[in-house]
């Protein structure tokens, strides 16, 4: 047709340049990885009948409650992995929820608290899921390249796209800022998941429980009381993470401030979140 120019076609379906080069850099390390695309904990399960019910994101944190009630201690720092493996609280939540997530619409869901909660309660029941699916015996860094092949390969089908531990934390919850040792955002600009991308709230990092020993206990979030739990799980976390040493001058901190220092705002931001969820004592008057 006259006055439409045909060279313009290509660079409108195109991928730009940045959008590219996230995709090589994902392909690349997936495949060093040994993480297949179609590969999820859900996906060889027989797909639901049902349709997923709109309080499927109510389900997943009962799931997590009876889940912490089968195989964990009090304050959800320490799980028996052989227990929650035989327990029928597991078997439920493999039975029940794992194939209606496959067909759960996460951006449904009415407001911004109940999408982060949902994500966050995933994350966490993924992480102890894929510890009994991999056959993890010691800790979340053993085998082909450690947490890269752990955090990559541990992933749900949920609304028929793949969702790892990787894609939650990085493109989900912290705003598609992608991994902090992997330059660039995490999803790429004509990623359908990146509908899902939430803005960051920096006390997440609080709530996630990634399997290690050093990593915040486990705790399920809920929509209504979000708010006032995440400001719990920042001041438990800091309580009890933090060292002040002030005969050294010294102040030892989490590796999590030092991975994240960027969504805290840097190392003043990083000050100021520990003097503001420090408990009042003697350890606040060196700070």
Request: with cysteine; aromatic share 8%.
């Amino acid at each position: 047709m006259a006055g439409v120019s045909r060279k313009s076609e290509p660079s409108q379906i195109r991928p730009n340049f940045r959008t590219r080069l996230i995709h090589a850099r994902e392909s690349l390390v997936d495949r060093v990885a040994g993480v297949r695309p179609s590969q999820a904990i859900n996906a060889e399960l027989p797909e639901s009948t049902m349709s997923a019910p709109d309080n499927l994101a109510n389900r997943l944190k009962q799931s997590l409650d009876e889940l912490k009630l089968s195989a964990m201690n009090e304050t959800g720092s320490k799980v028996d992995y052989g227990a929650l493996r035989d327990s029928p609280a597991y078997a439920s939540y493999r039975e029940e929820s794992l194939a209606l997530l496959r067909q759960y619409k996460p951006d449904n869901l009415p407001t911004l608290t109940a999408r982060r909660a949902v994500w966050i309660n995933l994350y966490n029941a993924l992480v102890m899921d894929a510890v009994i699916t991999f056959g993890i015996q010691h800790s979340v860094t053993e085998g082909r390249l450690g947490l890269l092949f752990f955090f990559r390969r541990a992933a749900y089908i949920v609304d028929g796209r793949r969702v790892s531990l990787e894609d939650i934390e990085h493109g989900i919850l912290r705003a598609n800022r992608g991994n902090p040792y992997i330059p660039g955002a995490h999803f790429p600009s004509d990623d359908s998941r990146l509908a899902w991308s939430l803005p960051l709230d920096p006390r997440l990092h609080f709530a996630l429980n990634c399997g290690g020993r050093s990593c915040p206990p486990i705790r399920s979030y809920s929509a209504g009381k979000l708010d006032d739990q995440l400001e719990l799980a920042a001041y438990s976390f800091i309580a009890s993470s933090i060292e002040i040493q002030p005969e050294k001058n010294q102040l030892s901190l989490s590796r999590i401030f030092q991975w994240y220092q960027k969504d805290f705002g840097g190392p003043d931001g990083v000050l100021d979140l520990i003097i503001r969820y420090l408990p009042d004592g003697e350890r606040r008057q060196y700070l």
